[in-house]
């Protein structure tokens, strides 16, 4: 899961997000003026073990909101693999087909 902005003003938050060394990152708001900061996902990786029990501790006691809206996010590389392997059947069948009828004479 890619977490994306989550917003809030809790400066414990912050502290509390920055101290496990995640993947999750806080940021200091530039756009919104109702929040002071913003925490999400610094990379494609998604969340790690420890961002997701901090985030369900946080819930627990109530200090973030139970809606995190998250990124659908799509690994590329079993779809890129696949293009390949196909590409690479398919192509050399193509050209042993092409090699056996076509070009012989």
């Not at 890619?2 to 530039?30: M, Q, S």
């Not at 369900?56 to 079993?78: L, R």
């Amino acid at each position: 899961m890619i977490v994306n902005d989550y917003y809030f003003n809790n400066e414990k938050i912050a502290i509390l997000i920055n101290d496990i060394n995640g993947n999750l990152k806080v940021y200091k708001t530039k756009d919104n003026p109702d929040f002071d900061y913003y925490f999400k996902s610094q990379s494609a990786g998604g969340i790690t073990l420890q961002d997701m029990y901090l985030l369900k501790i946080m819930n627990a006691q109530k200090i973030i909101s139970n809606n995190i809206s998250i990124k659908i996010g799509f690994p590329f590389s079993p779809a890129i693999l696949a293009g390949f392997l196909i590409s690479v059947i398919y192509g050399d069948l193509m050209m042993l087909f092409i090699k056996k009828f076509f070009l012989v004479m």
